[in-house]
């Protein structure tokens, strides 16, 4: 399995970018799936999910009301469309399957897109 994050780049606080995610094997229609980021120094959290049915989205606080999760089956493509981006968003963004509620990644990762945003 392969998970081919993108979209990532250098902005200024405010700015928007939106990340995509494409696996090479498992299909977003079949997994719950989710967005992780790796600040500096820090551990890799989740920051959003979604549902395999795509009913459901959940955010970490720090990103409520400005990022947005979604899929499109067709491309097999997971993206995170993020807004208002902060200094703090900054880090290393990757995509995987989770299991819902606990938020645990499967074993795979990617290689992940860097985002940073300067203030």
């Known amino acids: 399995e392969q998970l081919i994050e993108s979209g990532g780049g250098v902005v200024q606080a405010g700015e928007s970018l939106k990340l995509a995610c494409t696996p090479s094997?498992?299909?977003?229609?079949?997994?719950?799936m989710g967005w992780f980021r790796q600040a500096p120094g820090r551990d890799r959290d989740i920051v959003a999910a979604?549902?395999?049915?795509?009913?459901?989205?959940h955010y970490t606080d720090s990103v409520q009301g400005r990022f947005y999760i979604s899929k499109d089956n067709v491309r097999n493509t997971l993206y995170l469309q993020m807004n208002s981006l902060k200094a703090e968003d900054t880090g290393v963004y990757y995509c995987?399957?989770?299991?819902?509620?606990?938020?645990?990644?499967?074993?795979?990762w990617g290689q992940g897109t860097q985002v940073t945003v300067s203030s």
């Open positions: 094997i498992r299909t977003v229609s079949s997994s719950n």
């Open positions: 979604l549902t395999r049915n795509n009913m459901i989205t």
């Open positions: 995987n399957a989770v299991t819902w509620g606990t938020w645990i990644p499967s074993d795979t």
